[in-house]
Antibody
Framework: EVQLVESGGGLVQPGSSLKLSCVASGFTFSSYNMHWIRQAPKKGLEWIALIYYDSSNKYYADSVKGRFTISRDNSKNTLYLEMNSLRSEDTAMYYC??????WGQGTLVTVSS | DIQMTQSPSFLSASVGDRVTINCKASQNINKYLNWYQQKLGEAPKLLIYNTNNLQTGIPSRFSGSGSGTDYTLTISSLQPEDVATYFCLQHSSRTFGGGTKLELK
C-alpha cells in the first residue's frame, strides 16, 4: 500500500525558513517523480514543485521560485521541501504526491507574526 | 499558462441523481486531465486519470469524458458517501480547477 507521510509544518514568522519532509513507503520511491502541492485555507490547489526520480530535473511554480527548494534522498525514501523567506501567502496545507496518483495527508504551514 | 475553469463551484443533489461536473481548459489539453475527490480532512483521492480511465478501486458510477478543451466528471447515481469536493487537474502543465463542493439536497 502506498503511504506518504508529511511532517515539518508549523507556525513561523514572516521571513523565516522551514523544511518539510515526506517519507514514502509501499512503492519503489527511487523510480517515481514526486511533487509538492499546497492548498491555502478555503482556496484551491496549487502545484508548487516537481523533482524527477533521479533528481536530474526540478521545476517550480513562479510563486515559489528562488525561495523554495525541492530535493530527495532515495536511500531514505524521503522527499523534502526547503522553504525560505516565507510570506503570509505561503500559509497552506502542503501535500507531497507520487506522480499525481497518490497524495499524503499533508502538513500545515502557518506564516504569521 | 493553461487556465482551468471548473463549474459549478457548488452543487446540491439528491441520492440517486446523475451529477455532472465540468472543467474547461483555456486551450487544447489533449486529454491530460485527472479528476479527484477530497473529503473533509482527508487527502485528495484520484478517481479518473487521462480523461476517462477509472482508477483501481473506484466505483463504476464515476466516469469521465471529454476532449480538446472540455471535460466532464459524471456520477451516474449519487450516493451519500460521494459528498466531497471534486477538482480537476490538467497534469501536463500542472494546473488545477477551482473545485466543486457537492452536497446532498
Amino acid at each position: 500500500e502506498v503511504q506518504l507521510v508529511e511532517s515539518g509544518g508549523g507556525l513561523v514568522q514572516p521571513g523565516s525558513s522551514l523544511k518539510l519532509s515526506c517519507v514514502a513507503s509501499g512503492f519503489t520511491f527511487s523510480s517515481y517523480n514526486m511533487h509538492w502541492i499546497r492548498q491555502a485555507p478555503k482556496k484551491g490547489l496549487e502545484w508548487i514543485a516537481l523533482i524527477y526520480y533521479d533528481s536530474s530535473n526540478k521545476y517550480y511554480a513562479d510563486s515559489v521560485k528562488g525561495r523554495f527548494t525541492i530535493s530527495r534522498d532515495n536511500s531514505k525514501n524521503t522527499l523534502y521541501l526547503e522553504m525560505n523567506s516565507l510570506r503570509s501567502e505561503d500559509t497552506a496545507m502542503y501535500y507531497c504526491a507520487k506522480g499525481f496518483a497518490y497524495w499524503g495527508q499533508g502538513t500545515l504551514v502557518t506564516v504569521s507574526s | 499558462d493553461i487556465q482551468m475553469t471548473q463549474s459549478p463551484s457548488f452543487l446540491s443533489a439528491s441520492v440517486g441523481d446523475r451529477v455532472t461536473i465540468n472543467c474547461k481548459a483555456s486551450q487544447n489539453i489533449n486529454k491530460y486531465l485527472n479528476w479527484y475527490q477530497q473529503k473533509l480532512g482527508e487527502a485528495p483521492k484520484l478517481l479518473i486519470y487521462n480523461t476517462n480511465n477509472l482508477q483501481t478501486g473506484i466505483p463504476s458510477r464515476f466516469s469521465g469524458s471529454g476532449s480538446g478543451t472540455d471535460y466532464t466528471l459524471t456520477i451516474s447515481s449519487l450516493q451519500p458517501e460521494d459528498v466531497a469536493t471534486y477538482f480537476c487537474l490538467q497534469h501536463s502543465s500542472r494546473t488545477f480547477g477551482g473545485g466543486t463542493k457537492l452536497e446532498l439536497k
